[in-house]
């Protein structure tokens, strides 16, 4: 067995150009032989400005939409959606996290309702143990049992975004794909949530594709960085080795428009704006 849960070779992904009355336009590639590799446990970041295929990427690893060409291998078995239907079972492996939790939930339907649905369409468990796995994995991300029976609109953004992490767990998926999941969150909020997710990795086994632009994030969560500009990875390397000793101009470009939260960095950075201040009252 591939000690891989996740491997991507070759991914292409295209869309249909915009065309004329006299002229077939060409397609537009997205994605760009993209290839990746992802060991259980661990938390391989994908980083890059928007519009570089992060998105295209992430749907075509949860199975959403299938790739132009490439091979897509989960647990070492190859899925392909545009030829064969995947079985539920390959389905429930990999669930996906997106960036906007309120958008992600259904306004009308308690909260109650959405893990349960998980529960109802992929297993065979009785109304009463759908509650009360509904309740637990509440429990588990933070919230409380009482909370199953409200809305999405009674929660703060930090809140849904646990909803959703629970809706995402509760069929015992092995790989979660995390598209920008704490990027609408505020900075306090951010860290609260990166901590529940470190948490979950290590109860559950779990291995995340985390899908970011925020580098202060991924140096803090990652094992593994893949750094990806108009569709192609143009750098792959362990955190250290990426954040540390970056090999690609483009890398570099990012790193260096990242604030650091380094406290001396920031010290250093208020002392060159004062001793600029002050050469200007001069």
């Known amino acids: 067995m591939s000690r891989f849960v996740l491997e991507a070779k070759g991914l292409i992904r295209d ?6 009355l006299l002229r077939k336009a060409d397609p537009v590639r997205a994605l760009k032989g993209v290839h990746l590799a992802l060991e259980q446990g661990t938390t391989l970041s994908v980083v890059g400005e928007s ?6 990427l992430a749907r075509i690893l ?3 939409d299938p790739a132009t060409a490439g091979e897509l291998l989960i647990d070492g078995q ?6 064969h239907r995947p079985s539920a079972e390959v389905r429930r492996k990999v669930r996906i996290v997106f960036q906007n939790p309120y958008g992600s939930l259904n306004p009308r339907q308690k909260v109650g309702d959405a893990l349960g649905e998980e529960l109802l369409l992929n297993t065979g468990l009785s109304a009463e143990e759908r509650r009360n796995k509904v309740g637990d994995m509440l429990e588990r991300v933070g919230l409380q049992r009482a909370h199953a029976g409200r809305y999405p609109h009674m929660f703060s953004g930090g809140q849904r975004q646990r909803i959703a992490i629970a809706r995402a767990l509760m069929v015992n998926p092995r790989i979660l794909i995390l598209d920008e999941p704490v990027s609408a969150l505020d900075l306090s909020v951010q860290a609260k949530v990166l901590n529940l997710l470190a948490d979950l990795q290590r109860e559950f086994a779990l291995s995340y594709i985390f899908i970011s632009h925020d580098l202060s994030v991924v140096q803090r969560i990652s094992d593994q960085v893949m750094v990806m500009q108009a569709g192609e990875v143009v750098e792959r390397g362990s955190r250290d080795a990426v954040f540390d000793a970056p090999s690609h101009p483009y890398t570099r470009q990012l790193l260096a428009a990242t604030p650091s939260t380094d406290t001396e960095a920031i010290r250093a950075r208020l002392g060159r704006r004062a001793a600029l201040r002050a050469e200007q009252t001069l």
């Open 15 to 20: 869309y249909p150009g915009r065309g004329g």
């Open 51 to 56: 519009g570089c295929g992060k998105s295209t």
């Open 62 to 64: 949860t199975l959403i």
């Open 78 to 83: 190859a899925v392909d959606i545009a030829r």
